[in-house]
């Protein structure tokens, strides 16, 4: 641990930008919270009573601990636990509608009200010391999002009896398979998700995974509207991200997995993930499709086409102007910052309306909430401006993760507009309200560019439009 907290206030701490290495190890070690373990499961009867023998050897305080199997539609209902079993646990259960896990840990975090929680897959095998480990981080930070290590073995034939056995140390371990070296790779090359950036979310996967709930709530949890496999805890945790949670990998949170890693089984690893997840395979193929549809950032998304999620939000927010300072206004924008949604604001008049609206970037609604969750970035414009295009991409290239949270672009008059990243945005919004500022501030840091240094210039009230038009 490097450094203390940038900010501390009550019981609460926050980090700077990722470092999850400034949380000191007593505030780490030293709390106790109420954690929720919710496994979706669907027709998986052996592999959850490996999962109950499992959880038995971690010895967990059945006062603070309650096991959710959140049922994908299974054909009958899954096994309940041995008799006597110590750990409180309950079943919930959705139609069969497809593969629904997203849905389905909803489903199980909606039925408790545990402060964390911790989710594992129906035929994963968690360690002694995985659930204490995993829920270690968020209790002591809520905005941390950790995920443990998935290693690989064959449990073909193993009974619930053996697995507790070994996991106890009394026999032998399983044959091992092999581990996925694209996580592997991923854990290493980013010191276990401390240097974080906008693709760190392929190393997050749902199979040995906790996040607060807090956190959990202030994004809507799981799309649960995907039913087709993989890909939902990606964007949950690129989601996560966005809005400001602090990535962890803990090495030592171990689930085994009994099956071969997805690239073993369909193809070879290239750039960090396995190749049948960008050219290989239908499944992986919908899932590339789905990620490109709800993830704005660039590699993900690809290029050209527009999606339904923007990656800037820019909403007009100042006074009235005239109709040719909101038009040109708009032209400035939409020149430099081309995937993005403009909101007018309620007083443009029906001339600006009907000069915009055959182009489906500009919307006379605010923007949803679904939409800030997702946007990258959002730019209010607080008095009517012009600028290059590269001026103002110049200075949005500054809000990248690691970068500064907020620029303020000003002159003598009073600010010309705010351009501020979700991931500050997000992170101060689950803060107490009188500390939001000073958590963007001292978590991202925020900078004031001069409107004359950067080439932003007021428009004024008498702009010729025509002759503005064909400056450009």
Request: charged share 25%.
């Amino acid at each position: 641990m490097l450094n203390a907290p940038v900010l501390r206030h009550a019981d609460r701490c926050w980090v700077a930008q990722n470092r999850w290495d400034q949380l000191p190890p007593a505030l780490l070690d030293a709390g106790a919270p109420d954690v929720a373990i919710i496994v979706p499961y669907f027709n998986q009867p052996d592999s959850l009573r490996r999962m109950y023998a499992a959880l038995a050897t971690a010895d967990l305080d059945p006062r603070r601990h309650r096991l959710v199997i959140a049922d994908d539609g299974s054909v009958s209902q899954p096994p309940s636990p041995p008799p006597g079993y110590a750990l409180p646990w309950n079943v919930v259960r959705q139609h069969d509608r497809g593969c629904r896990p997203g849905a389905a840990r909803n489903l199980g975090a909606a039925a408790t009200d545990a402060e964390v929680l911790v989710f594992l897959d129906a035929d994963t095998i968690p360690s002694p010391r995985t659930i204490g480990g995993l829920a270690r981080w968020p209790g002591a930070l809520p905005d941390a999002l950790v995920v443990g290590s998935r290693h690989h073995v064959d449990l073909t034939g193993w009974s619930a009896d053996e697995t507790e056995s070994w996991l106890r140390g009394t026999r032998v371990s399983p044959a091992r398979r092999p581990d996925p070296q694209w996580l592997t790779d991923g854990y290493r090359a980013s010191h276990d998700l401390l240097d974080a950036d906008e693709r760190t979310y392929r190393f997050v996967i749902s199979a040995v995974m906790a996040c607060h709930r807090a956190l959990f709530d202030d994004i809507g949890g799981f799309d649960g509207a995907r039913f087709e496999y993989g890909g939902e805890d990606w964007e949950f945790a690129w989601r996560a991200f966005n809005n400001g949670a602090v990535l962890v990998h803990d090495p030592d949170a171990v689930a085994w997995h009994d099956e071969p890693d997805w690239a073993d089984r369909q193809g070879d690893v290239a750039d960090g993930v396995p190749t049948s997840c960008r050219r290989g395979g239908a499944e992986r193929d919908g899932q590339a499709l789905w990620l490109a549809s709800m993830i704005p950032e660039p590699l993900t998304r690809g290029r050209g086409l527009r999606q339904r999620w923007p990656d800037t939000i820019v909403t007009i927010d100042g006074q009235p102007t005239t109709d040719g300072q909101l038009v040109a206004t708009v032209h400035a924008l939409l020149d430099a910052v081309p995937d993005c949604s403009l909101h007018l604001p309620p007083w443009s008049g029906q001339r600006v309306r009907r000069h915009v609206q055959h182009d489906t970037r500009v919307d006379d609604r605010p923007p949803t909430w679904q939409s800030r969750l997702r946007a990258r970035r959002v730019i209010s414009v607080e008095a009517p401006l012009d600028a290059p295009p590269a001026t103002l991409l110049t200075i949005l290239a500054e809000l990248e993760p690691g970068g500064v949270g907020r620029i303020e672009i000003g002159d003598g008059d009073g600010v010309i507009a705010t351009a501020t990243t979700t991931r500050a945005l997000g992170r101060a919004r689950r803060a107490p309200a009188e500390l939001r500022d000073e958590v963007v501030a001292a978590c991202f840091g925020t900078r004031r560019i001069a409107a004359s240094s950067a080439g932003v210039e007021r428009v004024p009230r008498d702009v010729d439009l025509e002759r503005l038009f064909g400056g450009w």
